[in-house]
């Protein structure tokens, strides 16, 4: 299986701000995820990022809020831009292998006040 | 759209073989089923993930009936690490789409 770090492992921000968060796997990937999951809640895809081409988003998620970099095949950024309370969440990347098994990182923590 | 319902919670005794039931009545043919699970402040952990046929792995086994509208996965021997929710996803095999639901947030006791 696929190890996965991610950094920072949490932040607290104040609004209006932007924070980055990186995802580092330690083998070549396809496909890389980033979900997020609010306070009480279950996980939701924000988007699919693929090497080489523009990342995925999911309905409700748009780039200029949550823009994304894969530059290579290990490594992701998800920025968080223009940053409000509603933002504060754990977020989450993965990724999938051959065996169509995901795997996800520890989350980055994020608060926003 | 939900596809896949499971109890909010249940308790089992550590030692013991914890059941955790799924029901998917609407599964389509090219559809799997996944188990995750997410211990508290931790990404999700990928389980075990079935067709048809019954598998088991170091971790779990899963049944699926033969309808395949519900399964079971298993946990021979519950220990307190395995308090978590545990997630059951339908997906299709190629389709990288995990849609989580609310899960079984299952505790176990001394």
């Known amino acids: 299986s696929a190890v996965i770090s991610q950094k920072p492992s949490r932040d607290i921000c104040q609004r209006g701000t932007s924070l980055t968060i990186q995802c580092q796997v330690d083998?070549?990937?396809?496909?890389m995820f980033w979900y997020r999951q609010q306070p009480g809640q279950s996980l939701t895809l924000i988007a699919t990022?693929?090497?080489?081409?523009?990342?995925?988003?999911e309905s409700g998620f748009v780039i200029d809020k949550f823009p994304i970099s894969r530059p290579n095949l290990t490594f992701s950024t998800l920025t968080v831009s223009n940053m409000s309370p509603e933002d504060s969440s754990i977020y989450l990347c993965?990724?999938?292998?051959?065996?169509?098994?995901?795997?996800f990182g520890p989350g980055t923590r994020l608060t926003v006040t | 759209d939900a596809k896949t319902t499971q109890p909010p919670s249940m308790d089992c005794a550590e030692g013991r073989a914890a059941n955790l039931p799924c029901n998917h009545s609407?599964?389509?043919?090219?559809?799997?089923v996944y188990w995750y699970r997410q211990i508290h402040s931790q990404g999700p952990q990928y389980i075990i993930h079935?067709?048809?046929n019954n598998e088991t792995n170091e971790m779990a086994s899963l049944i699926i009936t033969e309808d395949r509208k519900s399964s079971t996965l298993i946990l021979p021997h519950a220990t307190l690490r395995d308090t978590a929710v545990y997630y059951c996803?339908?997906?299709?095999?190629?389709?990288?789409?995990?849609?989580f639901g609310a899960g079984t947030t299952v505790t176990v006791r001394a």
């Open positions: 993965s990724v999938e292998d051959l065996k169509y098994e995901q795997y």
């Open positions: 083998s070549q990937v396809t496909m």
């Open positions: 990022a693929n090497q080489g081409s523009e990342a995925t988003y």
């Open positions: 609407t599964i389509s043919g090219n559809e799997y």
């Open positions: 079935g067709l048809k």
């Open positions: 996803i339908v997906r299709v095999f190629n389709d990288y789409k995990l849609s």
